[in-house]
Structure formats: structure tokens, C-alpha cells
């Protein structure tokens, strides 16, 4: 094998530290001897130091890993992607750069540099676990209308297509018609198609038979873990449009193949499906094909905005204290009336999903009975609580205001500004709190 020199080898195994969510040192045997992680912004110890690669990923062997490849052959290899399962039985995407560190002509240890891809998937095969309508809090006339539609679709088979910004609570409808309908007994998969990276889409939508590529390993995809109940695909309008051929084909056929197999395999599933953005202006922009959305949207449910909801501010801020009262043991009363009346001001952008966390980051100050304006001004962002006065004088909002688009070029700025400041879309990631599939999907969504 050919032997670089000793500092050469050392450069590029620093250069793989630039850019990586976990770092692993196996020996000559295949033992982990070093592992750090970066979780929530901090680098740990691994917990696998002394066990096999084989014990840590059980699935793989000899020809799928690419740490015993690498000790075996002397050859590094590049971003690769694994779609794996860990010693804990959890599902893992791994995109693994492995450099053989070679001495005197033989293997001395390898370098494993691993870039983590969160995909956002929940597989529930029971009735525990599923939201239903009562999870749903609201008082507002257009929000109860939307509940009694839900009832009257769920015992339908028919696909739905539901249209709402991000945090309005789109999976909990989606839900909510799995659990009032006939399938409720069955598997209901939810998947995050923004979270997935889009080479990985097919297998993981199609499932893949062993060696169909490197890396591959025997695995059901979504079709086939869904059969008998419901498939609930979020951010649908993030797949690729030669994906989205595929999928509709294979809907309307009602039956896969898995990447490297022979055989079709039919399956029944309902489809619910969910965008975050107009449909309309999707299909404009072809990033949603015309045809899909009219195969997914047989029944469309929109759903509004908080902003337009604003007299359930008052209630959903209730539940989420009662939520947080039990979960954290604390003993808060409710909320002053100059903090909701801060709350009612407020544009929500986040929509619910903001409001729970910022009535969660009041808890972290509440030192009284009460949560105070004080407790959430650390929470929301500044910048957006400028909304909340109105517009200055002399900027009143035109009849050309669109807010949507101007929350779009709000979040373009805080992407451009995390890149600025960061050395690595991983970085970037982090600062963000999102994943780093999601945010190249933004990069390329803003064309950044």
C-alpha cells in the first residue's frame, strides 16, 4: 500500500476536523480507542471506547463498514453515506470521510470523521403515542370548523394535503386523521423530507436491498413500514422533482421496489402530506409538481397562522403553563396581563411551536408566581418584537405589504448572517438549531 509520509497523513486527518459532528480512533483490531461527539454545542467522550465497530454498529460488516475496509485495504474513503442502526437500536445517517493512518508500510489505526444527518422520522405501530383531536387547543370559530372537518375526513382513505406555516401544527393533524380513522391500529410513519439528505430520498422512500450501494444494507422503506395505515411526509415541496415522478408513479401503482431488488411489493397506505409554503406559488415555481399535488391533495386543510388566531393566545398560553408546571415541578399561576397583552402584540412568525418555547424559556427566569414580560424578553427575538409597536411614523405598511415574504427575507438574512459568522454549514447548523440537511436546503432554497 502506498505510504505518505507521516505529516501528511496528520494534515488531512486536521483538515476532517474542520468539519464534523463526531470523530472516532479505531486500532489495527477494529477497537474504538477515541471518540468525541458534538451534541448540543459541546464536544463529549463517546461512550463506545473498547468496543468493536461491530458492537457499535451491529449491521455492518465486513464489506459495508468503511473503518474495517479502511484497516483492511489501507485506502481512505470519502463521504460516504451509511443509513445504519446503533447498539441502541437507533436509526442513524452517517456521511463518514475514513483515513487509514498507514506506519511502516502497515495499518496502524483509522480516523473515522462522521457528519450525523438528523432525518426526522417517527415509526409508531400502535394506537399509544398518536395525538388525537382533543390535543388540539383552540377557541377560535375558523380552528373548530377545521376540527370537524378532520373528524369527517379521518375515515376516509382518501390523500390529504395540508397547507401551513412553519409551527402551526401541521403533524398534529396529521395525526389526529390516523387516530380517528379505521387505520388507527396500524403503523402511522411520519418523515420530514427537508431533514433527509436527497441522495439518500430513494432508499429511504423506496427501501434498498444489501450492497446496493456502499453502504447499503437490507431496510424497509417508508412505503413498506407504513402498510395497513398512514405515511405522513412534511415538507414535501423540499423533494426533488425527479423524486417526486418517482413517488407518484409508485402511488399510483400501489406498489415498490427496493433499490438493488427484484420484486415488487405492494403496499396500503394512506397518504398525508404537508408544505409550508403557498401550493400554488410551489407549482409556479416548480418546486411541486402539478400532478403530485393533485394525487396528494384529493382533500386540502389549511391552517391558520396564530396571528390570525390571536384569541388563543390566552388559551394555548394556559395550556403550555399547566404543560410545563407538571413537567418541570413548578407552581405558576398564570401570566400577568401586561405580559399577554405583549404576547397578543406579537406577530408569531414560529406560530404555536414559538409560543411554547418562548412560555418555556419564561420558566428559566420566573422566580414569582406569575410570568412576567420580563421572563420572555431573553426568548423572543428582538429584532421581531419591534413588530409589536407597529410601524413607526412614516412607515405605515403599503397595500403592497406582504408579510409572508417579508418573515422569507427575515429568515434569508439570519441563514446569510450564520454562514458570515461560521467557518462550516455544520457551524452554521448549530448556531441555527437546525439540521445541517435542513439548512442546505435553505441555502439553496435562497440561492446563498
Known amino acids: ?70 484497516l483492511r485495504t489501507g485506502k481512505a474513503t ?9 447498539r441502541r437500536g437507533e436509526r442513524v445517517l452517517l456521511e463518514s470521510t475514513t483515513i487509514p493512518i498507514v506506519v511502516d ?53 382518501s390523500s390529504v394535503l395540508i397547507y401551513g406555516e412553519t409551527g402551526t401544527g401541521k403533524e398534529l393533524v396529521a395525526e389526529s386523521l390516523h387516530s380517528e380513522g379505521r387505520r388507527s ?27 446496493s450501494y456502499t453502504g447499503a444494507l437490507t431496510r424497509k ?14 415538507e414535501i415541496n423540499s423533494m426533488e422533482i425527479s423524486l417526486q415522478a418517482k413517488l407518484l408513479k409508485v402511488l399510483e401503482e400501489k406498489k415498490v421496489r427496493r433499490l438493488g431488488g427484484s420484486r415488487d411489493i405492494p403496499f396500503d397506505v394512506r397518504i398525508v402530506a ?45 395550556h ?39 412560555v418555556e424559556g419564561a420558566y428559566v427566569s420566573a422566580r414569582s408566581e406569575m410570568l412576567m414580560v420580563d421572563h420572555m424578553a431573553d426568548t423572543l427575538d428582538q429584532g421581531l418584537m419591534d413588530l409589536e409597536e407597529g410601524p413607526a411614523d412614516g412607515d405605515a405598511i403599503g397595500e403592497g405589504f406582504s408579510l409572508p415574504q417579508a418573515l422569507e427575507q427575515y429568515e434569508r438574512e439570519l441563514v446569510r448572517k450564520a454562514m458570515a459568522q461560521s467557518t462550516s454549514i455544520s457551524q452554521a447548523a448549530r448556531l441555527l438549531g437546525v439540521s445541517r440537511q435542513n439548512l442546505k436546503y435553505r441555502l439553496q432554497k435562497f440561492d446563498l
Open 185 to 211: 391500529g396500524k403503523p402511522f410513519v411520519s418523515q420530514n423530507c427537508a431533514a433527509i439528505p436527497s441522495n439518500l430520498l430513494e432508499s429511504i422512500f423506496f427501501g434498498t436491498e444489501k450492497g
Open 1 to 70: 500500500m502506498d505510504e505518505k509520509p507521516i505529516t501528511e497523513q496528520i494534515a488531512e486527518v486536521i483538515r476532517l476536523c474542520e468539519d464534523t459532528d463526531g470523530l472516532l480512533i479505531a486500532n489495527q483490531d477494529g477497537i474504538v480507542e477515541f471518540q468525541r461527539v458534538f451534541v448540543d454545542n459541546l464536544w463529549k467522550s463517546g461512550e463506545t471506547v473498547g468496543l468493536h465497530i461491530f458492537e457499535l454498529y451491529p449491521e455492518l460488516d465486513e464489506e459495508s463498514s468503511t473503518i474495517v475496509q479502511a
Open 274 to 318: 404537508a408544505v409550508n409554503e403557498e401550493p400554488a406559488q410551489l407549482i409556479k415555481e416548480h418546486r411541486l409538481r402539478e400532478d403530485l399535488y393533485y394525487r396528494l391533495g384529493v382533500v386540502r386543510i389549511t391552517l391558520p397562522p396564530l396571528r390570525k388566531r390571536k384569541g388563543d393566545i390566552a388559551l394555548l398560553t394556559r
Open 105 to 157: 508500510g502497515r495499518v496502524a489505526c483509522v480516523v473515522d470523521s462522521s457528519k450525523f444527518h438528523s432525518i426526522d422520522q417517527r415509526i409508531i405501530r400502535g394506537k399509544g403515542g398518536i395525538s388525537t383531536l382533543d390535543r388540539i387547543i383552540t377557541q377560535d370559530p375558523a380552528m373548530l370548523a377545521l376540527k370537524e372537518r378532520v373528524r369527517d375526513v379521518a375515515p376516509l382513505d
Open 221 to 234: 422503506g417508508l412505503l413498506e413500514e407504513a402498510d395497513g395505515g398512514t405515511l405522513f411526509l412534511d
Open 320 to 358: 403550555f403553563i399547566e404543560r410545563y408546571n407538571q413537567k418541570m415541578k413548578r407552581d405558576i399561576r398564570g401570566i400577568s396581563e401586561q405580559a399577554l397583552r405583549r404576547l397578543e402584540q406579537y406577530s408569531w412568525p414560529g406560530n404555536v411551536r414559538e409560543l411554547q418555547n418562548v
Open 78 to 86: 470519502y463521504n460516504v453515506l451509511q443509513d445504519i442502526n446503533n
